[in-house]
């Protein structure tokens, strides 16, 4: 079984609904984060989660928002989803406690991806 | 944040080794640099790190230059299975705001040929 879940896949939605992608883990780890992946743009950084109850903003936050309903459960809302939201989006994972050493960072986990269209 | 240039695409024959180089000139003494790829239709996935000594695992290699300004992913011996786009990120960010989140660029797509 895959350590990093993502629900739905494939989601197509119009625009003004209200959407949740649902991001669960595994691994014990206590930080989560999400991310968009938009073609020629990488991966930008959304909302992440150091444990159940530190929440911070990323670099793109506005029209987002995020629920940490435990340490295994990460979820990104968007509540009045609008076209250029459209993009593919990936949860992942990180553990403070076994990464590189305190200076050199730990490895994220992502999970399959979440593509969604705003039509 | 310390920005990181990489060249937007690669070719590679299969079984040849591969060099995905990576230019961070404006990289501080105390920035790691780290590899992710990332599979078609997957999400990225943690390649290899370092800081100053060249490093070797069982995925790949990384050599890093004496001055730090460049760094090259070396594939020994690229399978179809290595297509991918490979990102080389420098941590930790500069920003105030976050203290572990991995910034990454556009990448190098890799193509391997049989």
């Known amino acids: 079984d895959a350590d990093v879940t993502q629900t739905p896949r494939n989601r197509i939605t119009k625009t003004g609904k209200r959407i949740m992608l649902e991001c669960s883990q595994t691994k014990g780890h206590d930080r989560m984060y999400w991310y968009r992946q938009d073609p020629g743009l990488g991966l930008r950084l959304i909302y992440y989660?150091?444990?159940?109850?530190?929440?911070n903003k990323g670099e793109i936050s506005d029209g987002y928002s995020v629920s940490r309903q435990a340490q295994a459960k990460f979820s990104l809302s968007l509540e009045s989803a609008i076209p250029n939201q459209t993009a593919l989006y990936f949860c992942?994972?990180?553990?403070?406690?076994?990464?590189?050493?305190?200076?050199?960072?730990?490895?994220?986990?992502f999970g399959p991806g979440t593509r969604l269209t705003v039509l | 944040d310390a920005k990181t240039t990489q060249p937007n695409s690669m070719e590679s024959n299969e079984e040849e080794p591969v060099h995905l180089p990576c230019n961070h000139s404006t990289i501080s003494g105390t920035d790691y640099i780290h590899w992710y790829r990332q599979l078609p239709s997957q999400g990225p996935e943690y390649v290899i790190h370092?800081?100053?000594s060249n490093v070797n695992n069982r995925m790949a290699s990384l050599a890093i230059a004496e001055d730090r300004k460049s760094s090259t992913l070396i594939l020994h011996r690229a399978t179809l299975r290595d297509a991918a786009v490979y990102y080389c990120?420098?941590?930790?960010?500069?920003?105030?705001?976050?203290?572990?989140?991995?910034?990454f660029g556009t990448g190098t797509r890799l193509q391997v040929f049989p």
């Open positions: 370092g800081l100053t």
């Open positions: 992942a994972t990180s553990d403070k406690g076994t990464g590189f050493g305190l200076a050199g960072g730990s490895e994220q986990f």
């Open positions: 990120i420098l941590w930790p960010p500069r920003r105030s705001y976050n203290t572990d989140k991995l910034i």
């Open positions: 989660s150091f444990d159940v109850k530190d929440i």
